[in-house]
């Protein structure tokens, strides 16, 4: 039963049976190993939960990760929706999603996002605001502009649910949001009374409250979050309320620019004026700007459109914002198709159904967990759902009957643990990203590492896309996967420098296939990119080569399996035995480190050793010099960790350190002395990798040191940037197993079950696989060596 201690290389036909081991492992381990017994019994089934007091939907709460830099989406969306409405803050450091969880003001619901992304905000294009009514009645003196229009929001009003997001502002406005694929709906609620006490600004909240007659105003502004807005055009039809428009944009963590529309229209008061603004001033005497209206240019930052209501009956304004990359009638069109009856209730039923579907393949008993768990575990599956986004039908760079999705954002984060996830819960999505991935190589030359806004994101390591395609490869992801074209764009990232290797591909070719490394000195003449990470390009590629000789291997291409094989051995060649664990503490001035000695270093093209402090880059010394402007030799980590990344030869790896017991100490000190940051997606292997040694209890322990500690139900529950990996990362160790990405194997564990306090003891239960070792009775490890 050694679903993943293989004593020979990996074949496709296994993954199932792994699948089917690690289920039966799951329902049998616990019982053997511990007392009492409570077990998490998860199967993947097709059935559909239906509403009752066990639904899912409940255990799911978006708003987990909108503080502590988690930088979650907590909107509103379909399952890898396009249309994503949330409330925006001011808070721009953190809000890289829109929505932050503190007292930053709201400055509108705009109608695109990203989700868990790290650094720059992300989209947020086209936000709508609503007053209630202007001061004296005069929409002059309402505010516009992004800056002065931001207002508080009441504490504790934000409410999220899978499909639904509400938050209620000072302005005594309380906004619902819901959506569709490319469409979102709107409920602005509005006071009943005839005067309504109007926040103006921040400070008057508490100054100077006044009142203003009810008369609601609502604006759509062309901004986004990052205001990179050049041009554009946008109208309002003063008789139908109607706005529609578009500009261009720049993506946020990569080069060149997109064009986004919309279309937005109103429902539920009398139309009584409208108009246009620019920054800070409106007129109701123009109702268009931009480039096609003559004089009327549009400026960058805030400029856009307004509606003026009478009271509204109801107290109720529906506003549905169709969305497109293609054109403002196409946004129109997906709004009519999508949302023609203005049915706020029904948009989001429909919303919870196809979340309820998507996660009905994972059925899981939750006797005896308590709601902390239960909601870590549905929380970060839900959030696994979130980006990449499907823009089929919306991609305007070329024709294609192939899916097209956007926002892999970065596959360096996703390939971990992401897309080995929704490879197993669905299937049927990961088959058309991988179809989208390899039509994307076919139009733009080259594999994304990183894609946001369809645009060209950038690459921080090597070429990741070629472990997601050898994962889903090798999981029999087959069903209209073109796999010679697939093979096709893995080998042109091993093979072809592309001129501007820091958007795609791999640099530094020449290097790697006459030395076997990426010098530190590397001469590139090929093509340009950023020139340094020795360590981590070099381990990267050597990973990536090694994933590409698996796919060969299936698919009969024999030659290069030997090559590829050949050359995943590469990162030996950056094995400094002597280099010491030693660094200077700034603050005492004096030298620290371990005994453990032995890391990968950085290496001129003459062969001689450069060197990098094994520490640089960890959390304990100098952290943040390693993102993708660094000059050091390892990229958001330290030569302590990505000595850890030899997926491919765990064997040479463990016996490199000085054999099982050592390895184990090592990485057992990786952990516990604050080296690890599991803010990061490359810490996650590293956590299951005792395995390696025989020792898989020790996985299991710190498993359960990282959960619930670091993985939580709290607003601040993820330990860094999401980047819809998080949650992989945790639903995985709930569920007892870890994949090894791109190869068919799994690293299993208890999975995480108990929750409540033990009956006698009183203690609390999670945490007792950390109390007692689990040592299951096979002893099978390593990644074997095959013999080309
Ligand atoms: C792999 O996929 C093919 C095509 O969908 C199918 O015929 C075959 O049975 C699958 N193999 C396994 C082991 O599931
Ligand atoms: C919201 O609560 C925080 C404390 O959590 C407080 O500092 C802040 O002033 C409150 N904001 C409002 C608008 O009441
Ligand atoms: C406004 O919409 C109405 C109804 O669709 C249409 O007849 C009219 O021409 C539009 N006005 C402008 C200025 O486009
Ligand atoms: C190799 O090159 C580096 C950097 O130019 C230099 O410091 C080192 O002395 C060279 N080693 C040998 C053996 O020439
Ligand atoms: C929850 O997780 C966060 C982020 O990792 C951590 O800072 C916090 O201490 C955890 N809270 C609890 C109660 O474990």
Redesign the pocket.
């Known amino acids: 039963m050694a679903g993943p201690f293989l004593t020979t290389f990996p074949r496709r036909r296994r993954v199932f049976t792994f699948a089917l081991f690690s289920l039966f492992i799951w329902a049998i381990l616990p019982i053997e190993s511990f007392n009492p017994p409570r077990r998490l019994l998860l199967g993947i089934t097709k059935t559909v939960v239906g509403k009752s007091s066990d639904d899912i939907l409940q255990f799911i709460d978006p708003l987990i990760g909108t503080v502590n830099g988690g930088h979650v989406f907590p909107g509103a969306t379909l399952p890898y929706g396009m249309a994503k409405p949330v409330a925006d803050t001011n808070n721009y450091g953190e809000a890289a999603s829109g929505f932050v969880s503190d007292d930053s003001l709201i400055t509108g619901f705009s109608q695109f996002h990203d989700s868990g992304t790290g650094g720059n905000p992300s989209m947020g294009n086209f936000p709508l605001f609503a007053h209630p009514g202007c001061p004296e009645d005069d929409f002059v003196k309402c505010h516009y502009s992004a800056a002065e229009r931001a207002i508080p929001r009441i504490n504790g009003s934000a409410t999220a649910k899978p499909g639904y997001f509400a938050i209620r502002l000072s302005n005594s406005v309380h906004i619902e949001m819901t959506s569709t694929a490319h469409t979102n709906l709107f409920r602005f609620n509005f006071p009943p009374e005839a005067e309504v006490p109007y926040a103006y600004t921040a400070s008057d909240s508490k100054d100077t409250p006044q009142t203003v007659p009810s008369s609601p105003l609502i604006l759509l502004d062309m901004i986004d979050l990052g205001s990179t807005r050049s041009g554009g055009n946008i109208e309002v039809n003063a008789t139908t309320g109607r706005m529609k428009g578009g500009g261009g944009f720049r993506p946020s963590f990569g080069q060149g620019s997109y064009k986004a529309y919309f279309c937005a229209d109103f429902h539920g008061a009398e139309i009584r004026r409208t108009g246009t603004f620019s920054r800070t001033d409106a007129t109701d005497s123009v109702q268009a700007l931009g480039d096609s209206y003559g004089s009327a240019r549009i400026p960058q930052g805030s400029a856009g459109t307004w509606v003026q209501f009478a009271q509204a009956s109801t107290n109720q304004v529906l506003a549905r914002v169709g969305v497109s990359f293609i054109s403002a009638s196409q946004a129109c069109q997906n709004a009519e198709r999508e949302v023609g009856d203005f049915d706020f209730s029904r948009v989001v039923a429909a919303s919870e159904v196809a979340w309820r579907e998507k996660l009905s393949v994972i059925k899981a008993d939750h006797t005896g967990l308590n709601l902390d768990l239960l909601t870590t575990f549905w929380s970060g599956l839900y959030r696994t759902m979130i980006l990449p986004q499907d823009y089929t039908g919306e991609n305007p760079l070329w024709q294609s009957d192939e899916p097209y999705y956007d926002s892999f954002y970065c596959i360096w984060d996703s390939f971990r643990a992401q897309h080995p996830l929704l490879t197993i819960i669905d299937p049927e999505t990961q088959t058309d990203m991988v179809r989208a991935l390899i039509d994307i190589y076919k139009h733009e030359g080259k594999l994304p590492d990183c894609r946001m806004s369809f645009s060209k994101g950038f690459t921080q390591g090597g070429s990741n896309a070629d472990v997601v395609l050898a994962d889903a490869l090798i999981k029999n992801l087959t069903k209209e996967i073109d796999w010679s074209l697939g093979y096709e764009a893995v080998v042109s990232d091993a093979e072809e420098e592309p001129s501007d290797w820091s958007v795609s591909g791999r640099g530094g070719i020449d290097s790697w296939h006459k030395l076997g490394y990426i010098p530190v ?1 590397d001469d590139d003449r090929k093509g340009a990119g950023p020139l340094s990470r020795s360590i981590s390009r070099t381990v990267e590629y050597a990973y990536d080569d090694f994933v590409i000789a698996l796919m060969a291997r299936e698919l009969g291409h024999k030659a290069d399996e030997a090559k590829y094989l050949q050359r995943s051995h590469n990162w030996r060649n950056l094995w400094n035995a002597d280099h010491e664990d030693r660094y200077r503490d700034k603050a005492t001035g004096k030298v620290e480190g371990s005994a453990f000695r032995g890391f990968l270093q950085p290496r ?1 093209t ?1 062969g ?1 050793f450069s060197e990098q402090t094994a520490r640089l880059c960890s959390p304990v010394y100098e952290q943040h010099v390693c993102y993708f402007d660094t000059r050091h030799s390892t990229y958001e980590g330290s030569p302590w960790l990505y000595s850890f990344y030899v997926p491919q030869d765990m064997a040479s790896l463990v016996s490199l350190m000085g054999g099982a017991e050592h390895f184990v100490e090592r990485l057992d000190y990786f952990h516990s002395s604050g080296i690890m940051y599991m803010g990061n997606e490359p810490n996650f292997l590293p956590t299951f990798q005792f395995h390696y040694a025989g020792r898989p209890g020790r996985s299991a322990y710190w498993v359960h040191q990282y959960i619930p500690s670091l993985f939580n139900s709290t607003i601040g529950g993820i330990p860094g940037n999401d980047d819809c990996a998080m949650g992989a990362f945790s639903a995985f160790a709930f569920m007892g197993f870890f994949p090894v990405a791109g190869q068919d194997v799994y690293l299993l564990t208890p999975p995480i079950v108990s929750g409540g306090k033990h009956k006698d003891t009183g203690r609390e239960r999670l945490g007792y696989a950390a109390q007692r070792e689990f040592r299951p009775r096979v002893h099978g490890y390593i990644y074997p060596e095959r013999k080309a």
């Open positions: 000195d001129f003459n001689t």
